[in-house]
Nanobody, 117 residues
Framework: QVQLVESGGGLVQPGGSLRLSCAPS????????MGWYRQGPGKQRDLVAH???????IYADSVKGRFTISRDTAKNTVYLQMNSLKPEDTAVYFC???????????WGQGTQVTVSS
């Protein structure tokens, strides 16, 4: 069974930083686009950032300039560095691997990020 193992969530004060990590159990996932989504209370799941295999990065407008996505192919891990965190960043963050064919998407179990004083 494929797993995406996430870590790094927690409670942080506004203006603080966190780094999320996601390590897929399949090494060939390094061949696909990987990214992070988030779902706040009562909201839909939205893209935060993703990175393609050739290094192209896409960010949601709300996180541009504050969040950085990166991938370490050797470690088969994708990271999300989150700086200048705001209360509105509070959400469950999900790691995602997007495949070109069925089942198209794999998801992590989610990690809670809470930004509060």
């Amino acid at each position: 069974q494929v797993q995406l193992v996430e870590s790094g969530g927690g409670l942080v004060q506004p203006g603080g930083s966190l780094r999320l990590s996601c390590a897929p159990s399949r090494r060939d996932f390094s061949l696909y686009t990987m990214g992070w989504y988030r779902q706040g209370p009562g909201k839909q799941r939205d893209l935060v950032a993703h990175v393609t295999t050739d290094g192209k990065k896409i960010y949601a407008d709300s996180v541009k300039g504050r969040f950085t996505i990166s991938r370490d192919t050797a470690k088969n891990t994708v990271y999300l560095q989150m700086n200048s965190l705001k209360p509105e960043d509070t959400a469950v963050y999900f790691c995602n691997v997007h495949l070109p064919g069925p089942p198209y998407d794999y998801w992590g179990q989610g990690t809670q990020v809470t930004v509060s004083s």
